[in-house]
């Protein structure tokens, strides 16, 4: 669940607009922190695809 669709039950705002410390604090909260899996699945085919392409040049 994203927090663009919950209000906050201390101003009835929605909790996007951070309009009070309840909902500046749940909306730091619930932004995302650190890598998303598709980006460790992106970099992860990306080495493979470097690993793969080393290897064929070291052949030739």
Not at 29 to 52: H, Y
């Amino acid at each position: 669940m994203t927090y663009d669709r919950l209000v906050c039950a201390n101003c009835a705002a929605p909790v996007a607009e951070g309009r009070c410390p309840v909902c500046r604090a749940n909306r730091e909260r619930l932004t995302p922190q650190g890598p998303t899996p598709a980006m460790l699945l992106t970099l992860a085919i990306a080495l493979l695809a470097t690993l793969a392409l080393l290897a064929v040049v070291q052949t030739a």
